[in-house]
């Protein structure tokens, strides 16, 4: 039986977040109301693909359609707001054998990328995936170049005291040998992501970096998000902001999203402000039951020698591209795709 490709119905729009609960690869910006918060602040268009064998849904994969001077292109997730992870989720193909899971999971790709060509014929597409795709010959074989990418990821199933004790010894003893009364760690709200968001925002202007994500996109998709979650994490001294990150929350995993950066306090702070707040989203994981923090990134030489002291665990991703060189070139005018 051939797998159905169509865009999304109404009924299919009501089942989406339950579909991408239980894909391996759902993260919480695959809920249809993340899609639609990030379409709104990109100034794109839409396309949530899904995929049936008879009645038995098998993926989802959300498009966006973005044209620029009589030109189409298609990212998932969307240029310009820095979105992690988005591409295919896939269903129901876990208990699958090889040959078969392999088969379906092809055919799913081939309707979707038909569909991409027939009805929006982009001259350009980028799609990143997330951790949970492992396979990326469906795309090959469909004419798309495959880089593969990188992330660390801790494992929260740990014991505490185990997993503290994994960490470089500059690590444990930023944890251990901070007194707690010199400052104070708390999950905020819409005020606090704000406080975070113009750090980052400062912080890479100060480098003469680009940052273009509308804080009203950041705003919204703490508002809009129906299953997951974007927690604030600030740290503060004699009760005034340091540092902050913005996790993403979906199911079993939380991931550091946006923040992080070097600060620019006014107090004289002495405490290891961003040490402090990832073993602080590391304890409220665990103590809630999730099971990995994704450190988001494990590419940049200069910033994995931070990351790597919390002993994370390798994972990969990708990077998939379609168009000639001459497009991807004009795909340049997007800013960057991370």
């Known amino acids: 039986m051939s797998i159905d490709v169509r865009v999304a119905t109404d009924d299919d729009r009501e089942r989406w977040n339950d ?46 359609e973005l044209k620029k001077q009589f030109v189409t292109t298609v990212f998932s997730p969307p240029p310009h707001i820095r979105v992690p992870y988005l591409g295919p989720a896939f269903l129901n193909m876990g208990k699958l054998k090889q040959r078969k899971r392999e088969r379906r999971r092809q055919r799913f790709m ?29 795309f090959k074989w469909n ?6 990418e990188y992330t660390y990821a801790v494992d929260l199933t740990r014991e505490r005291d185990d997993l503290l004790m ?6 444990r003893s930023n944890i251990t040998n901070t007194d707690e009364d010199e400052y104070e760690v708390t999950v905020g709200d819409s005020e606090e992501i704000t406080l975070i968001y113009e750090q980052v925002k400062h912080r890479y202007e100060s480098q003469d970096i680009s940052f273009g994500v509308p804080l009203e996109f950041v705003q919204d998709l703490a508002d809009q998000t129906a299953s ?15 540092g902050g990150i913005l996790a993403l929350e979906y199911g079993d995993r939380t991931g550091r999203w946006m923040g992080g950066v070097r600060t620019d306090a006014d107090v004289d702070v002495d405490v290891p402000t961003n040490d402090l707040l990832d073993w602080a989203i590391m304890e409220d994981g665990m103590e809630r039951g999730l099971e990995t923090y994704d450190l988001v990134g494990a590419d940049t030489r200069r910033i994995n020698r931070y990351k790597a002291k919390f002993n994370p665990e390798l994972e990969t991703y990708y990077s998939l591209e379609y168009g000639s060189w001459g497009m991807k070139t004009v795909a340049s005018l997007y800013d960057s795709v991370k």
């Open 19 to 64: 579909y991408v609960q239980r894909s391996p690869q759902g993260t919480l910006c695959h809920e249809l109301e993340a899609l639609e918060v990030q379409a709104e602040h990109s100034g794109s268009t839409l396309h949530p693909l899904i995929g049936f064998k008879g009645q038995e849904p098998v993926g989802l994969f959300p498009v966006f």
């Open 110 to 138: 081939d309707g979707c990328l038909e569909w991409i060509q027939s009805e929006l014929s982009p001259r350009y597409a980028h799609i990143r995936t997330s951790t949970g795709v492992e396979d990326a010959r469906p």
């Open 143 to 148: 004419e798309f170049d495959a880089t593969p």
């Open 228 to 242: 997951g979650a974007v927690r604030p994490y600030t740290l503060r001294v004699d009760g005034e902001f340091v």
């Open 166 to 171: 994994s960490f470089s010894s500059d690590a």
